[in-house]
């Protein structure tokens, strides 16, 4: 069965700091993963995804991923956080079986500060 | 309209009444999602559809909750005796033509509160 695990549920950084969320899944199958963000009070808005080919994976907003088969990881990251970056953050993976039924992680809330 | 919209944004209601939540997906989005964002369990999966039909119903909790499509366009969750359990943000997505990795475009929920 496909699991998804966040490291941190809350993360804090400085403005201009690397952001670093962290995501591991378990799979049976090839996994498609996704990073969505949640601001508060909407919907989830994809960020990126991975389905096959290339590992690094760029994204909306100066955000990306890399898959790493070997460590089942799909950690997202961003060189240089902004103020409008605070949100919170999930890590799915698709369940497969010919629709995109999603397994999201617990969440990351990401905090920015001055 | 331009995204997926859900209404009422927020809900309010008594133990034990019933309630309709509903989702109105992008035009040409046959597949549909239901999910549900409660504190204490995150975000769950409670049904698909693909077109008006339902191939997957595994994440609804009890059999007080249902949910149909008509038209292969708006849906209805159906929450019947609510209880204070089935408090949470009831977010519903649509996708394109059914692939595994088809993005999925999220409403902004409906809060559900229950007294």
């Known amino acids: 069965a496909q699991s998804v695990t966040q490291l941190g549920s809350h993360v804090s950084v400085s403005e201009g700091a690397l952001v670093l969320l962290r995501c591991n899944y378990s799979?049976?199958?090839?996994?498609?993963l996704f990073w969505y963000v949640q601001y508060p009070n909407q919907g989830l808005q994809l960020l990126l995804k991975?389905?096959?080919?290339?590992?690094l994976v760029k994204g909306i907003n100066g955000f990306e991923a890399e898959f790493k088969k070997s460590e089942t990881s799909f950690h997202l990251t961003k060189p240089s956080a902004h103020m409008s970056d605070a949100a919170e953050y999930f890590c799915?993976?698709?369940?497969?079986?010919?629709?995109?039924?999603?397994?999201f992680g617990a969440g990351t809330r990401l905090a920015v500060h001055p | 309209g331009a995204g997926v919209s859900q209404s009422p944004s927020n809900k309010v209601t008594e133990k034990g009444k019933d309630v309709e939540l509903r989702c109105d997906p992008i035009?040409?989005?046959?597949?549909l999602y239901w999910y549900r964002q409660s504190l204490g369990q995150g975000l769950e999966f409670l049904i698909y559809?693909?077109?008006?039909?339902?191939?997957?119903k595994s994440g609804l909790p009890s059999d007080r909750f249902s949910a149909e499509r008509t038209g292969g366009s708006v849906s209805t969750l159906t929450i019947q005796r609510t209880q204070q359990e089935d408090s949470a943000v009831y977010l519903c997505?649509?996708?394109?033509?059914?692939?595994?990795?088809?993005?999925?475009?999220f409403g902004a929920g409906t809060r559900l509160s229950v007294l």
């Open positions: 997505a649509s996708s394109l033509p059914d692939r595994e990795a088809s993005i999925q475009y």
């Open positions: 799979s049976s199958v090839p996994p498609y």
């Open positions: 991975y389905t096959t080919g290339a590992t």
């Open positions: 799915a993976v698709s369940v497969g079986g010919g629709y995109n039924k999603l397994i």
């Open positions: 035009s040409g989005h046959t597949a």
């Open positions: 559809f693909q077109g008006n039909s339902a191939p997957d």
